[in-house]
T-cell receptor
Framework: SAVISQKPSRDICQRGTSLTIQCQVD?????MFWYRQQPGQSLTLIAT?????????ESGFVIDKFPISRPNLTFSTLTVSNMSPEDSSIYLC????????????FGSGTRLTVV | AQSVAQPEDQVNVAEGNPLTVKCTYS??????LFWYVQYPNRGLQFLLK??????LVKGSYGFEAEFNKSQTSFHLKKPSALVSDSALYFC??????????FGTGTRLKVLA
């Protein structure tokens, strides 16, 4: 499976500021996925990032709040903008792997606390 | 609509006893089903998957899962639980595209 490096692993941020999370994969992948895991809850897909095109956002998530970059086939960033305490969550990037291409590999996650 | 249900928020089991973590699903078409585990302060780790074939799927760390089409279930099992198995377990289904739908998670606590 692919190996994903995600950073930072955790951060405490002031409300109104922005944080950019980086995700590096050790192999080229077509799609990268960004998830949010709110405290005590399941995973919710934020958006899908394809290289060379704009990210596709799920219902309830918008580009102004969660801008995503995908400059090449091994790297992506997610920015959480104008943060509020409600944004406190774990943010995870993932890729699909294997032949057939079923199964996710996840990064170790970014634990964000907004104060 | 595709959905996954994990009816138990928490499962407690004594070390050495068999464990079962339940998962039921609702999908149109053939289901692609997965189990993931999340240890504290870690990302999710893949345990096993069912795509097609044998209904009993074997995965990492001695875990296995049984696909039951008539009951639309995909329960996770292990014959003998270890304290180190204590973690949060997620069942997931691929919805026919590239998207995965995750259950709400079940916290497994193995008691020494």
């Amino acid at each position: 499976s692919a190996v994903i490096s995600q950073k930072p692993s955790r951060d405490i941020c002031q409300r109104g500021t922005s944080l950019t999370i980086q995700c590096q994969v050790d192999s080229q992948v077509t799609m990268m996925f960004w998830y949010r895991q709110q405290p005590g809850q399941s995973l919710t897909l934020i958006a899908t990032a394809n290289q060379g095109s704009e990210a596709t956002y799920e219902s309830g998530f918008v580009i102004d709040k969660f801008p995503i970059s995908r400059p090449n086939l091994t790297f992506s960033t997610l920015t959480v903008s104008n943060m509020s305490p409600e944004d406190s969550s774990i943010y995870l990037c993932s890729v699909e792997w294997g032949q057939p291409r079923y199964g996710y590999t996840f990064g170790s996650g970014t634990r964000l606390t907004v104060v | 609509a595709q959905s996954v249900a994990q009816p138990e928020d928490q499962v407690n089991v004594a070390e050495g006893n068999p464990l079962t973590v339940k998962c039921t699903y609702s999908v149109s078409g053939n289901p692609y089903l997965f189990w993931y585990v999340q240890y504290p302060n870690r990302g999710l780790q893949f345990l096993l998957k069912y795509i097609t074939g044998d209904n009993l799927v074997k995965g990492s760390y001695g875990f296995e899962a049984e696909f039951n089409k008539s009951q639309t279930s995909f329960h996770l099992k292990k014959p003998s639980a270890l304290v180190s198995d204590s973690a949060l377990y997620f069942c997931a289904v691929r919805d026919g595209t590239y998207k995965y739908i995750f259950g709400t998670g079940t916290r497994l606590k193995v008691l020494a």
